[in-house]
């Protein structure tokens, strides 16, 4: 007689002390060094990857800057506007698993991929995918507030980001690691790797914001800041310019007639 199949549960989460190389950092004086927009470009995929054959496309995070002073024990911002946080844009982003190391990652790895492992937010799975056989804390009831407000601890459960919420990463920046586990947390895999040769970053604080139709997908940089009054500026000058012509093609007329 065949005895119905039992789904094996999921592996206990895993432990990563992370405080000896949070102590290392903190011998550095603490400054923020700005913020950044969240942005990536498309690839090719793989053929006949789940990429590809899921969304037909692959994607790399901007990277972050080259920071004119060292930069270990400082914070940095990801602006992450809102549509990056829709159900299909972070589906991908877990089946593409830009990312490397546990709870400390590569600093070429992909912020919101580093947030959906370290349990921050919430990533998004296909209906063919179990989620409670994925990670038990996927399952563990979220605080109302932690989708309302600036969050400096991990949540009881990752956060489903509110559809008409923007999200701000604030990483901060650590020391160079010889090597970066790939482990699998809540319901992400992240890669391994021993050859990098930059930095590294954890997740310090998220903050749930609405930048407004205005500075939504805006850089602030000085150098962006400097693009957008140069384009103000070109603008009013055409603006006088014109009613410059307009004014002398009316006095022309009025002389003709």
Not at 11 to 16: F, L, N, S
Not at 91 to 117: M, N
Not at 131 to 160: F, G
Not at 195 to 202: A, I, K, R, V, Y
Request: a positive charge.
């Amino acid at each position: 007689m065949l005895t119905p199949s039992v789904s094996s549960p999921p592996p206990p989460p895993k432990v990563h002390n992370i405080q000896h190389i949070l102590d290392e950092a903190a011998q550095k004086p603490r400054k923020h060094l700005g913020s950044q927009l969240y942005a990536t470009t498309t690839e090719l995929p793989k053929p006949n990857s789940f990429l590809d054959d899921q969304f037909g496309y692959a994607s790399k995070p901007k990277k972050l800057p080259r920071f004119s002073i060292n930069p270990i024990n400082c914070t940095y911002t990801i602006r992450v506007p809102r549509f990056y946080l829709k159900p299909r844009q972070r589906q991908q982003i877990v089946l593409q698993r830009h990312l490397w190391g546990a709870r400390v990652y590569s600093d070429d790895s992909d912020p919101i991929a580093a947030a959906i492992h370290s349990g921050w937010i919430r990533g998004e799975w296909d209906e063919t995918v179990d989620v409670k056989m994925l990670d038990p804390r996927l399952s563990q009831a979220n605080d109302p507030s932690d989708a309302q407000d600036s969050l400096e601890k991990l949540p009881v459960a990752p956060v489903i980001p509110p559809a008409d919420m923007d999200l701000q990463i604030e990483l901060l920046m650590l020391p160079k690691l010889e090597e970066f586990a790939g482990t699998t947390e809540y319901g992400i895999t992240s890669r391994k790797s021993s050859n990098h040769d930059g930095l590294s970053f954890t997740i310090n604080k998220i903050r749930w914001v609405d930048e407004g139709m205005g500075s939504r997908g805006q850089e602030r940089t000085a150098a962006a800041l400097k693009r957008r009054l140069d384009a103000s500026a070109a603008l009013l000058s055409l603006k006088s310019g014109g009613d410059e012509v307009f004014r002398a093609v009316n006095g022309l007329t009025k002389l003709s007639a």
